[in-house]
């Protein structure tokens, strides 16, 4: 007969999801310095994004812009949501870091998280070429957004971490689905809105098994907090991703072009119909509180 001390470990759903999603990343990951074509000169007939993505589209500046300049704003626009990815993949290696330092590694979880960690270097990176190669300047969010990313990637833990990393990474996965579909798009993009949506993918799947594991057995403090915590963050994120200088840099009224995106209801709706699974998800794990709804309302997420 098999004593207790001989029988089988019992295997968690976290560490049966972490085998799943590192058999998975061996199965299917992407280099991008072999996927993506670098080497062929930007084609300025094709957009940077979908058109309907762009923060003036279904705008009146928007229909009296020549197509060369339609192009060159999704273009500058493009690069600023990728630059915006990489200061948040930045903050989102340092929370991770952060939570697994000095536990087991023998874990499952935490061979994945240094998996998901690196294949956000490459993100980072990939972003970096693309942005480049769309002949955009360095966008970043304002100085005051930067600092407070920087308090948040110091002191965010448990389902506060992972709830934002989620908020982050579904906006821009469902925006990058129809740019990698779109063949407006110039190929290039296209392809590495494929490879980052494919490994997003696994990332978002970790991101929702950890934050219903951080808040099981929460009580009602802790999680009227963090709801709040993560919608603040939710906001600082979605507004910086399009940075206000884009506009300028693509050769139109800067002023015209802030006030018409701003009261832009076609892009609001686009980006609350692409966060309506996200908003199901928070309101399932509670953290979907009134406090919370004010700021997710006012970064048109829902």
């Not at 001989?6 to 085998?19: F, G, L, Q």
């Not at 812009?65 to 948040?88: C, K």
């Not at 590495?192 to 057995?217: C, P, W, Y």
């Not at 006030?259 to 966060?275: D, G």
């Amino acid at each position: 007969m098999t004593s207790i001390s001989e029988r089988e470990p019992e295997v968690s759903d976290r560490e049966t999801i972490a085998r799943r999603l590192l058999d998975s990343s061996e199965q299917l990951s992407y280099d991008p310095v072999e996927e993506v074509d670098w080497e062929t000169p930007l084609d300025k007939d094709f957009h940077g994004a979908s058109p309907e993505w762009s923060t003036l589209y279904g705008t009146s500046y928007w229909d009296g812009m020549t197509p060369e300049q339609q192009r060159e704003l999704t273009r500058h626009e493009a690069a600023s949501v990728a630059s915006t990815g990489i200061w948040f993949e930045m903050i989102l290696q340092q929370m991770i870091l952060r939570d697994f330092y000095a536990k087991d590694p023998t874990d499952p979880a935490f061979q994945w998280a240094l998996t998901e960690i690196a294949d956000e270097c490459r993100h980072s990176i990939m972003f970096a070429r693309g942005a480049a190669k769309l002949g955009a300047p360095a966008y970043r969010p304002r100085r005051f957004v930067v600092e407070m990313g920087r308090i948040f990637k110091a002191t965010a833990t448990g389902e506060a971490a992972y709830a934002a990393i989620l908020v982050a990474e579904e906006v821009l996965d469902v925006m990058q689905r129809d740019w990698m579909r779109d063949e407006r798009v110039v190929p290039f993009v296209r392809t590495i809105n494929n490879i980052h949506v494919v490994e997003e993918s696994r990332h978002m799947k970790f991101a929702r098994e950890e934050t219903r594991q951080r808040l099981d057995g929460a009580g009602w403090v802790r999680r009227q907090i963090n709801a709040l915590v993560v919608a603040i963050a939710s906001f600082f994120i979605v507004t910086s991703m399009v940075n206000h200088q884009v506009y300028e840099n693509a050769g139109l009224d800067g002023k015209r072009a802030r006030r018409e995106a701003k009261a832009n209801q076609h892009h609001k709706s686009m980006l609350r119909s692409s966060c309506s699974g996200l908003m199901e998800f928070l309101h399932s794990a509670g953290l979907l509180t009134k406090p919370a709804l004010w700021f997710y309302k006012r970064a048109n997420l829902i």
